[in-house]
């Protein structure tokens, strides 16, 4: 990040030894108004990313497109491309990880997805993958993310996309602690995005 980049690092103390302390870089993306380039590494807390997502919609700030990824027990890698809607405020003001620890009181509308695809954890090593295709709008990440938390189920690595008025998302899926989803579980959640599909 260049010196014009925002960062900030967490005050607090409290980490255990060995936890590479949290913090977060944004910054404008030239010529593209109303974009920002937002980066968050560090340790995170489960659930961290659907906060965080939640938290921006409540903002009206949606991400765009990026990717997330789990590098060791404790610490994760991030990059986000952010677009404020319109009469949103500046999100360069925005403490990114107050939003990623903090419960929203964002309320979830209905997922509708265009199609969906699954592959088993044997596949990922140990993780069940899940590419998603839906009608993209704000806060439709979050809600997503929301979704896989109440079945516990969290990514360890994801990848954001918006292509026209759709989103491609894709999630490499873990249970609690990092444990392998069962086939039980795996194909709990297949049906479950099945009553997603629009029809």
Not at 86 to 104: C, H
Not at 150 to 156: A, G, I, K, N, S
Not at 163 to 185: N, Y
Request: proline share 5%; aromatic share 10%.
């Amino acid at each position: 990040m260049n010196s014009l980049a925002t960062m900030r690092r967490s005050t607090t103390d409290t980490l255990h030894a060995g936890f590479q302390e949290p913090g977060f870089a944004i910054e404008p993306i030239p010529g593209h108004p109303g974009a920002y380039r937002l980066e968050m590494s560090g340790f995170l807390a489960p659930g961290w990313s659907g906060r965080l997502a939640a938290g921006l919609s409540d903002h009206r700030v949606g991400i765009v497109r990026g990717s997330a990824e789990k590098i060791n027990a404790s610490s994760w890698r991030s990059g986000f491309e952010l677009k404020s809607a319109p009469f949103a405020g500046n999100p360069e003001g925005i403490d990114f990880l107050r939003l990623a620890t903090a419960e929203s009181n964002h309320k979830a509308a209905r997922i509708e997805l265009l199609s969906f695809t699954m592959e088993p954890t044997t596949y990922h090593n140990g993780s069940l993958f899940v590419e998603i295709k839906g009608m993209d709008r704000l806060g439709f990440l979050g809600d997503l993310l929301d979704y896989f938390s109440m079945r516990c189920l969290f990514p360890v690595k994801m990848t954001i996309d918006t292509q026209g008025a759709t989103a491609v998302d894709r999630f490499w899926l873990r249970g609690l602690g990092g444990s392998v989803p069962s086939v039980a579980i795996s194909n709990a959640m297949k049906r479950n995005l099945e009553q997603l599909l629009a029809r």
